[in-house]
């Protein structure tokens, strides 16, 4: 009953830019963070950042200063801007949201994950 579905994936030379989007849809009651992980080929999936309903974001080290979380004001969808980006930042990007479901689903606490989106940095 809920859903996180991401876009804005793709092909981009190193030093370039892409945002991703994600939204949050389906049977929620109320969102408490909304966050990226990434996984490259061959590794596990790490975290990259993270926005909480209060407006506080976390990074990993190797994306500070270089990503930046942001969200919509009117909806349950969170931006990463990726900015200088380098091959070693190729990966499926996995959006992630800890949130509590509606009435229609008992208020239960969830963790979602999305399906993935694809970048590629070239060199």
């Known amino acids: 009953q809920v859903q996180l579905v991401e876009s804005g994936g793709g092909l981009v030379q190193a030093g370039g830019s892409l945002r991703l989007s994600c939204t949050a849809s389906g049977s929620i009651f109320r969102v408490d963070t909304m966050g990226w992980y990434r996984q490259a080929p061959g590794k596990e999936r790490e975290f990259v950042a993270i926005?909480?309903?209060?407006?506080?974001?976390d990074y990993a080290d190797s994306v500070k200063g270089r990503f930046t979380i942001s969200r919509a004001n009117a909806n349950n969808t969170v931006y990463l801007r990726m900015n200088t980006l380098k091959p070693e930042d190729t990966a499926v990007y996995y959006c992630?949201?800890?949130?509590?479901?509606?009435?229609?689903?008992?208020?239960?606490?969830?963790?979602?994950w999305g399906q993935g989106t694809l970048v590629t940095v070239s060199s």
């Open positions: 926005l909480t309903s209060g407006g506080g974001t």
């Open positions: 992630n949201s800890e949130l509590v479901s509606d009435v229609t689903d008992n208020y239960r606490s969830l963790e979602v």
